[in-house]
């Protein structure tokens, strides 16, 4: 669990009071479907963010329609699930079960299996799950992906996982990546969808998805969510099994990603020195990130809308 200043937990007990406040009515009519509670409460969570100085940062806007066009994407099969890594508040996890309701609505159990390191993150996505109707499809599991893992496979057997989205620390997204397609999780065509890939940005994560034989890439670029001025990217790649390691990652690239962490933490005020992170050091540093990707080959497709994309297998 990382440590966090008094603020930011005053702020979890805004958004979470915000909901409830909002949704008594809603939440006890037992005639509404799990796809408009869900909406209901997403839509709730979108309103704080926009009244909260952007700081509620979820994958809304064009990053839920790129994660939900690769979730209609996947030749799902009976036994395949998905797997988070990075629940934060539940709003992926939320938006998700809803489309795996639609799709399995015929078949019981857990669809959805997210994965939150922070207890409390983790307490308020299970409540705002279980506002909105879902807690039967999305289940959170409390610590870090690379421990949580083996027991996916107790309960899931090899090859279940038809789609993997990471959300949550870029710098480890590449190791917990391995760890997956070592304990042959992956099932065949399984889509990785990652955010946050240029801002603050996941080299190494990249790097093994373009230049690794067992995956083939996409990448989209568009604006952050509700910063209309920052670009980030998002990578979505299909699994090919198992063809073999990519080539090291240069030393530049290495440093690189322990930057990417630095600045992480700085955005999160674990920098305090250093002074909080604004939206032109933002833009600046998304810029920064993008030129080593661009010099490695690595471009972006600008992201148009699902309509356009209609299948983001790459």
């Known amino acids: ?116 390191v922070d207890p409390v993150h983790a307490c308020i ?17 409390i610590g870090q992906v690379k421990d949580v893992l083996p027991r996916f496979v107790e309960n899931f057997g090899f090859h279940a996982l038809g789609l993997v989205f990471m959300d949550h620390k870029g710098t480890i997204f590449h190791t917990d990546l391995e760890s997956l397609e070592l304990l042959n999780l992956l099932g065949p065509q399984c889509l990785e969808v990652a955010d946050n890939v240029a801002l603050p940005g996941a080299p190494l994560l990249l790097w093994h998805l373009a230049f690794g034989p067992s995956w083939d890439l996409k990448v989209h670029a568009m604006m952050e969510f509700l910063e209309p001025n920052t670009e980030d990217w998002m990578a979505v790649a299909s699994y090919q099994g198992p063809a073999g390691q990519a080539p090291p990652a240069p030393p530049s690239w290495q440093r690189l990603s322990w930057h990417t962490d630095h600045m992480r933490r700085r955005s999160a005020g674990l920098r305090p020195t250093e002074g909080d992170m604004f939206e032109q050091d933002r833009v600046a540093y998304s810029r920064h990130v993008r030129r080593h990707y661009l010099s490695a080959g690595i471009t972006a497709l600008p992201w148009h809308g699902p309509v356009e994309s209609a299948d983001l297998s790459p």
């Open 125 to 141: 996505a299970r409540h705002f799950i279980d506002l909105a109707g879902c807690s039967r499809i999305a289940e959170v599991s």
């Open 1 to 116: 669990m990382q440590p966090a200043s008094g603020n930011h937990w005053e702020k979890l007990g805004a958004v979470v009071e915000f909901v409830e406040m909002r949704q008594q009515q809603q939440q006890h009519d037992a005639s509404i479907s799990p796809a408009v509670a869900v909406d209901q409460v997403l839509r709730l969570l979108d309103s704080f963010a926009q009244r909260r100085e952007h700081w509620l940062k979820v994958a809304g806007g064009a990053k839920a329609e790129v994660l939900e066009t690769a979730f209609e994407s996947h030749p799902w099969q009976p036994h395949e699930v998905t797997l988070e890594c990075g629940t934060f508040l539940g709003y992926s996890a939320m938006r998700l079960a809803s489309l795996a309701h639609k799709r399995f609505s015929g078949v019981l159990g857990a669809r959805i299996m997210t994965v939150e």
